[in-house]
Structure formats: C-alpha cells, structure tokens
C-alpha cells in the first residue's frame, strides 16, 4: 500500500539534503529509457515499411508513361480514365464473357449434333455422352480462334490509325500483317463453316415424316436464313465488344496497378503515420506518470524543492513573473540552471526528456517521413485523381 511505501521513502531518504533533486534526476533517467525502450518497439518495422515505400515512389514513376501498340513510349496523362469510363469497361468486359459463353454453348450444341459425321455411330454407343465432349471441345476452339482473329484485326486498325496520324513510316505496319492475314483467313473459315453449319442445322431439325414435309418446305427458308443470322449476329456483338476490349485494356491493366500500388502505398503511409502517433502518445503517457510520481514524492516529504534550493526557486517564480523566462521555448542553459527545482514546473521536468537525443533521434526521423509522406500526396493529389481503397 502507498502509506506503507511512503513510511520506507520518508525513513530512508526523509534526512538527505539532496533528496528531491536526486529523485528528479532518476525518474527523468528512468523515464527516458522506458520511453526509448517503447518507442523502438513501435518502429521496429520501420524499416521495412520505408524500403516498401521508396520502392512504390520507384514503381510510381513507371506508370508515368504508357507503351503503346506500336512499342512507343508515351506520357500518361492523368487521369487515364474517369470513374465513368472505367464502369463501362468493366460493363462492356463482362458483356463479352457472356457473349464469349453464349457462343460456346450455341456452338457445343450445333457440333454436338454434327458428332455423327466425324465418329462412328458404333463409337457414339459405346462411348455415351461423346457427343457432348466433342462439340464443347470444338466449340472452344472455333470460339478462342475467332477471338484471335477479332483481335488482331482491331490491333492491326490501331496501329494504322497510329502510322498515319503520326506520319510513320509505312514499316511499322509489317509485324502486323501475319496476324491480320490470319484474322482474314479465320474470318473466311467462319463465315463458310456457319452458312453451311447453318443449312444443317435447318436440315436436321426437318422430320422424315411426309405428313409435316409441306410446313417444314415453308419454314425451311426462313429457319435456315435465321440459323445463320443468329451466329453471325453474336459473332458481330463479340467484335464490336472486342473493339471496345482491345482499345483500353493495355491501359486499363496500367490503371488498375497504378490503383493498387496507390492503395498498398496508402497502407504503408498510414503505418508510418501510425507510429508517429503512437511514439508520441506514449512519450506524453510516461512523462505524465513520471511526473505524477513527483508529485507524490513532494506530498511524502512534504517539501517542493530541498531547502538550500529554495533561493533557486524563489528565482526561478520571479523570472517566470516578470516574462523574464519563457517556459514555452526554454533550451539547455536554462534548463541546467534550473535542474536542481526541476520538480517544480512540468515544462522544466519534460525539457529534461524530450531533449534526450535518443529520442528526439526518433521523433524527428518519423516526422521528417510523414512530411514527406504528406508532400508526396499533396503533389500526387494534383496530378492524379483520388482512388479509395476497395472494401
């Protein structure tokens, strides 16, 4: 119990003459190594966290110029897309995978019944469901090389577009016609394999029954005529949603790791942030305990200061009075020359360990980030638009 601690205090230490200032100059010794001991614990990320950093202000500047499809460096300009832009992307790059899927499936089916003129009827027995594996495979296929081709034709589209706004050389268009040759050739493939695909598909819906023969002749035409549309109808929404695809997704992938090299970068400016503001919470923290501990050791011994100090102190309120000393903005000498009464004002206890170097080291090296920290956001705010973390 306190009264019983008091009792020892006042008995081994109540007869020194020194007492009050000896007792200030260990609980300020003691309170700065608590407070250093407290303070590396709380950076001892640091570090990493700052390598982390100046390794994103590197990739930052990556992002500053954008390659485009004809291998030229160009400067982004920011924003690369508004909020607006990249919801129809994302609109229009979902749209596709459904459309991607559909004609997979209406191309599984068609193949799935044109099983019969690739495998043996007795193959088709023995193997049930065969059918089913062999159209979705080619199906896949026809799919992946019709994408191919959509997508080198609207590359091949840019790149011209880019040679004559420019004024390029005409030989910048040389890698690009391999692929534009294949894109045609693919193309043609397509359009003969689906009117053809397209009249058996109207055939084989037609029952050998005479007696329905004379309602299928008038819908043959018309069945037919929408078998193909309706391929090439999908085929047509696919291109164009490849064009919009192909137009943006190099910058989109740009955009979208400039977005997370932001988000991962506002983490780590948070921590450091994080430490600043721990370190001097729990600076203030243990110096309002150490002080409330001489507060106490006042109240045992029933004095402020030791006798032969009281001259000092009585000098010290004078000054302090008149404005002569400002407890505000004192420095070394000050503090030196009144240490002995430093039990006496909370100003005069904290100058004797907010000046340790130990810790000002510390305070000071988190301060000068976080400035530069906030320097960084200020000037990347100008130029950039604000991306909010993801939840």
Same mark, same amino acid.
């Given at each position: 119990?306190?009264?019983?601690?008091?009792?020892?205090?006042?008995?081994?230490?109540?007869? =020194?003459?020194?007492?009050?200032?000896?007792?200030?100059?260990?609980?300020?010794?003691?309170?700065?190594?608590?407070?250093?001991?407290q303070l590396k614990e709380i950076i001892v990320? =640091?570090?990493?966290?700052?390598?982390?950093?100046?390794?994103?202000?590197?990739?930052?500047?990556?992002?500053?110029?954008?390659?485009?499809?004809?291998?030229?460096?160009?400067?982004?300009?920011?924003?690369?897309?508004?909020?607006?832009?990249?919801?129809?992307?994302?609109?229009?790059?979902?749209?596709?995978?459904?459309?991607?899927? =559909?004609? !997979?499936?209406?191309?599984?089916?068609?193949?799935?019944?044109?099983?019969?003129?690739?495998?043996?009827?007795?193959?088709?027995?023995?193997?049930?469901?065969?059918?089913?594996?062999?159209?979705?495979?080619?199906?896949?296929?026809?799919?992946?090389?019709?994408?191919?081709?959509?997508?080198?034709?609207?590359?091949?589209?840019?790149?011209?577009?880019?040679?004559?706004?420019?004024?390029?050389?005409?030989?910048?268009?040389?890698?690009?016609?391999?692929?534009?040759?294949?894109?045609?050739?693919?193309?043609?493939?397509?359009?003969?394999?689906?009117?053809?695909?397209?009249?058996?598909?109207?055939?084989?819906?037609?029952?050998?029954?005479?007696?329905?023969?004379?309602?299928?002749?008038?819908?043959?035409?018309?069945?037919? !005529?929408?078998?193909?549309?309706?391929?090439?109808?999908?085929?047509?929404?696919?291109?164009?949603?490849?064009?919009?695809?192909?137009?943006?997704?190099?910058?989109?992938?740009?955009?979208?790791?400039?977005?997370?090299?932001?988000?991962?970068?506002?983490?780590?400016?948070?921590?450091?942030?994080?430490?600043?503001?721990?370190?001097?919470?729990?600076?203030d923290i243990l110096i309002e305990k150490y002080?409330?501990?001489?507060?106490?050791?006042?109240?045992?011994?029933?004095?402020?200061?030791?006798?032969?100090?009281?001259?000092?102190?009585?000098?010290?309120?004078?000054?302090v009075k008149i404005n002569d000393i400002n407890?505000?903005?004192?420095?070394?000498?000050?503090?030196?020359?009144?240490?002995?009464?430093?039990?006496?004002?909370?100003?005069?206890?904290?100058?004797?360990?907010?000046?340790?170097?130990?810790?000002?080291?510390?305070?000071?090296?988190?301060?000068?980030?976080?400035?530069?920290?906030?320097?960084?956001?200020?000037?990347?705010?100008?130029?950039?638009?604000?991306?909010?973390?993801?939840?």
């Amino acid at each position: 119990m306190w009264f019983v601690k008091s009792w020892i205090y006042k008995g081994r230490y109540g007869k =020194l003459p020194f007492k009050m200032r000896n007792f200030t100059e260990s609980y300020q010794e003691e309170c700065r190594e608590e407070i250093k001991n407290q303070l590396k614990e709380i950076i001892v990320k =640091l570090p990493h966290v700052w390598t982390r950093l100046n390794l994103k202000v590197l990739k930052q500047k990556m992002h500053d110029n954008f390659v485009d499809i004809l291998g030229r460096s160009n400067p982004v300009k920011w924003p690369i897309f508004t909020e607006n832009e990249v919801a129809k992307f994302k609109q229009n790059r979902f749209a596709y995978v459904v459309v991607l899927f =559909l004609m !997979v499936f209406f191309e599984s089916v068609l193949y799935s019944l044109m099983t019969s003129l690739f495998i043996k009827k007795q193959t088709l027995k023995d193997f049930a469901g065969i059918e089913f594996i062999f159209g979705f495979a080619f199906a896949v296929i026809f799919v992946a090389a019709l994408h191919f081709a959509f997508k080198s034709l609207w590359e091949f589209f840019e790149a011209k577009y880019l040679v004559e706004r420019d004024n390029l050389n005409k030989v910048e268009l040389k890698p690009f016609y391999k692929n534009l040759v294949l894109a045609i050739i693919i193309l043609f493939v397509f359009i003969i394999t689906n009117v053809y695909t397209g009249f058996i598909r109207a055939t084989i819906l037609e029952p050998s029954s005479t007696a329905s023969s004379t309602f299928i002749d008038k819908i043959h035409g018309p069945l037919l !005529v929408f078998s193909i549309a309706i391929t090439f109808i999908v085929a047509l929404v696919m291109a164009l949603l490849e064009k919009e695809i192909a137009e943006k997704s190099e910058k989109y992938k740009v955009f979208k790791n400039w977005k997370r090299q932001q988000k991962e970068r506002k983490l780590y400016n948070s921590q450091v942030r994080e430490m600043l503001k721990k370190c001097l919470e729990a600076k203030d923290i243990l110096i309002e305990k150490y002080w409330g501990v001489m507060k106490d050791l006042q109240r045992v011994f029933e004095i402020e200061v030791d006798a032969d100090k009281q001259p000092l102190y009585d000098e010290l309120n004078e000054k302090v009075k008149i404005n002569d000393i400002n407890l505000q903005k004192l420095d070394d000498n000050i503090y030196q020359n009144y240490l002995p009464v430093a039990i006496t004002r909370h100003e005069l206890f904290e100058y004797g360990i907010d000046s340790d170097k130990g810790i000002t080291d510390i305070i000071t090296d988190l301060r000068n980030k976080v400035a530069i920290i906030e320097e960084f956001e200020k000037k990347n705010a100008a130029t950039r638009i604000e991306v909010e973390p993801e939840i």
